[in-house]
């Protein structure tokens, strides 16, 4: 077994501010992914990466910025927060050719 | 545009029954179609899966009805429990697509002691 951990779990910032979420997974995964969830919306993916210092965008790519820095962790930049981005955001492991992704707990952020 | 639509948003229903989760879907060349399990505070965990040459998968209460013409399948909870309560999100994949998951809005389903 393995697990996805995401930090912080709860994030705070300002509107402009830079922002920055980051994911751990032990997996052993090549593939990782970064989902925002907004409520009655399901989740929307932002970016991902099928393997080390690979970037691929997602639907919802404008705004932020990703960096796998290595095969096990993937991190997520707000570029500058706004207030209508407060959501759940979620990052998700999957073997290279698998389907079944498996996802962290998420980082609710929020924007005063 | 929502590639996959699921319904009712909200469903209850009383312990014991028969709850059912319906899905749509508008790309034909989509091919594998998991249902995931969400808890408040959780990220969403694999519940099961079906590939399209199925039309049926079954995991103990908890069976997919797949209909490839119609392009529609539904989740069926028997003998539902409270501890189902929970939302439930439909997704698809294609084979060719990396692995990439396009998730339906959900629906949260309540279960009445």
């Known amino acids: 077994g393995g697990i996805i951990t995401q930090t912080p779990k709860f994030l705070i910032g300002q509107e402009g501010q830079k922002l920055t979420l980051k994911c751990q997974q032990n997996f052993n995964h090549d593939t990782m992914y970064w989902y925002r969830q907004d409520s009655g919306k399901g989740l929307r993916l932002i970016y991902y990466s099928i393997t080390e210092n690979d970037l691929q965008k997602g639907d919802l790519s404008e705004g932020y910025d990703a960096s796998r820095e290595k095969k096990s962790s993937f991190s997520l930049t707000v570029t500058s927060a706004q207030k209508n981005e407060m959501a759940v955001f979620l990052c998700a492991s999957s073997m290279r050719t698998g389907r079944e992704q498996y996802f962290g707990p998420g980082t609710r952020l929020t924007v005063l | 545009q929502q590639q996959v639509r699921q319904s009712p948003q909200s469903l209850t229903v009383w312990e014991g029954e028969t709850a059912i989760l319906n899905c749509s879907y508008e790309n034909s060349a989509f091919d594998y179609f998991p249902w995931y399990q969400q808890f408040p505070g959780e990220g969403p965990a694999l519940l099961i899966a079906?590939?399209?040459?199925?039309d049926k998968k079954e995991d103990g209460r908890f069976t997919i009805f797949f209909n490839k013409r119609e392009k529609k399948l539904s989740l069926h909870i028997t003998d539902s429990q409270p501890g189902d309560s929970a939302t439930y999100f439909c997704a698809a994949s294609m084979n060719y697509n990396q692995g990439k998951l396009i998730f339906g809005q959900g629906t949260k389903l309540s279960i009445k002691p």
């Open positions: 079906i590939r399209s040459v199925s």
